[in-house]
């Protein structure tokens, strides 16, 4: 089992900054690909971004590229989601996601109970 909590949400203005983290316990947290994902009011659940385990590549959906930035530190069994430009179509629950490999579907084996982002105009 792996537990997740995420932290870091909050309201701010469009083109504003937060920084969302996820703390990691239970199994090796070094071994599992980590991933962000949102889901808006009405809509499905959508890939965000991820980082691998082995070589910590990173993978990003085309509508965050540039703008957001993920990283872990193994050390503190912690990801981060580092956002910036931030627009009002962010506005989601941000969920942290674990599992063995990366792909941007939402079978993820580790959820989070997410994290509230809002984002005025």
């Known amino acids: 089992q792996v537990q997740l909590v995420e932290s870091g949400g909050g309201l701010v203005q469009a083109g504003g900054s937060l920084r969302l983290s996820c703390a990691a316990s239970?199994?090796?947290?070094?071994?599992?690909?980590m991933g962000w994902f949102r889901q808006a009011p009405g809509k499905e659940r959508e890939f965000v971004a991820a980082?691998?385990?082995?070589?910590?590549?990173?993978y990003y959906a085309d509508s965050v590229k540039g703008r957001f930035t993920i990283f872990r530190d193994d050390a503190k069994s912690t990801v981060y989601l580092q956002m910036s430009s931030l627009k009002p179509e962010d506005t989601a629950v941000y969920y942290c996601a674990a599992n063995r490999m990366v792909h941007t579907t939402t079978s993820w084996d580790y959820w989070g109970q997410g994290t509230q982002v809002t984002v005025s105009s």
């Open positions: 980082i691998n385990w082995v070589d910590e590549s990173t």
């Open positions: 239970g199994r090796t947290f070094i071994n599992f690909a």
